[in-house]
């Protein structure tokens, strides 16, 4: 089955500088990678994503990148301030029609401190 | 919209006792799902349901029932409970559309099994 690693597992990076997060996935037919972001006592949020088709998207600070032939994608947050200190997760969907994106294999999560 | 709603938000039992963990939404969402989160390993999908009247198991089943009557609910019953079982639970919901694959979570049910 599909299976997802995720580096590093803690970051800490000064406020300004910029925060990589890296994942690898096993199953070639994975076609839905989202990043989800958990705040201390809440559940995960959905920040951005990406489908196979594409191989980047960025939303203001926040970009996702997807490499399908080395099948790992990474989040780049720029610019980063105090309320990006999270746990963040990515995750790869199960299967292979388009309609089973809602099933997903998460990663381990990374813990990001941003230092002001 | 309230969202996805789980109750309780902590819960303390003994070995063996039985339980369940309630989930609603008032999204109309069609699929709905309960995961686990351990320190170190993310979530794990337990059950998943993507209607009323149909569910399938996850990664992490064993130990673990789960129905679907209605499209709000989603409970998760633990038949006897296991200190392995203790954890945070969180349940999810979903429009089972192609594009429209974000997934709601609830604030999550803090679970001890002593």
């Known amino acids: 089955g599909e299976n997802v690693e995720q580096h590093p597992s803690t970051l800490s990076v000064q406020e300004g500088d910029s925060a990589v997060i890296k994942c690898t996935y096993s199953?070639?037919?994975?076609?839905?990678f989202p990043w989800y972001k958990q705040e201390l006592g809440k559940g995960p949020q959905l920040i951005i994503d990406?489908?196979?088709?594409?191989g980047e998207k960025k939303d203001q600070r926040i970009a996702v990148t997807l490499n399908k032939t080395a099948k790992h994608f990474s989040l780049h947050i720029t610019e980063t301030q105090p309320e990006d200190s999270a746990v963040y997760f990515c995750?790869?969907?199960?299967?292979?029609?388009?309609?089973?994106?809602?099933?997903?294999?998460f990663g381990a999560g990374t813990i990001l401190r941003v230092k002001s | 919209n309230a969202g996805v709603t789980q109750t309780p938000k902590f819960q303390v039992l003994k070995t063996g006792q039985s339980m369940t963990l309630q989930c609603a939404q008032d999204?109309?969402?069609?699929?709905m799902s309960w995961y686990r989160q351990d320190p170190g390993m993310g979530l794990r999908l337990i059950h998943y349901?993507?209607?009323?009247?149909?569910?399938d198991q996850g990664e992490v089943p064993n130990g673990y029932n789960v129905s679907r009557s209605t499209t709000e609910d989603f409970p998760l019953r633990l038949l006897s409970a296991a200190p392995s079982q203790t954890s945070v639970y969180f349940c999810?919901?979903?429009?089972?559309?192609?594009?429209?694959?974000?997934?709601?979570f609830g604030p999550g049910t803090r679970l001890t099994v002593t």
């Open positions: 999810a919901s979903s429009y089972r559309a192609v594009g429209s694959y974000e997934q709601y």
């Open positions: 199953d070639s037919a994975s076609n839905y």
């Open positions: 990406i489908r196979s088709n594409v």
């Open positions: 995750a790869a969907s199960i299967g292979v029609k388009m309609e089973y994106g809602n099933k997903l294999v």
């Open positions: 999204m109309n969402h069609e699929y």
């Open positions: 349901s993507v209607g009323a009247g149909i569910t």
